[in-house]
């Protein structure tokens, strides 16, 4: 699982273009409007071979939310 978040943190630093992610960070404190926060959604859906309903979208306020909606989707 740890994998997991290392590609996630790997597909956010390059997208940001920033060194260190910190997970306590809202996504719209990183830069991201919503529709950046679909465009690294869908990148990590093809990455990972999963699907985030609109609802799940709507959760995903900081970088943990997304590590976490991430472990979830990997889990089943």
Known sequence: MEEAIKK???VLTKKL????ID???E???????????VE???EL???????FTSEELKGLKKVNDLYSAIRAKIKK
Do not use: C, H, Y
């Open 27 to 37: 996504l719209s404190a990183l830069g991201l409007d919503s529709l950046d926060v």
């Open 23 to 25: 997970p306590e960070k």
């Open 17 to 20: 273009k920033i060194n260190t």
């Open 8 to 10: 996630v943190q790997s």
């Open 40 to 42: 690294l959604l869908l």
């Open 45 to 51: 859906e093809g990455e990972f071979g999963i699907e």
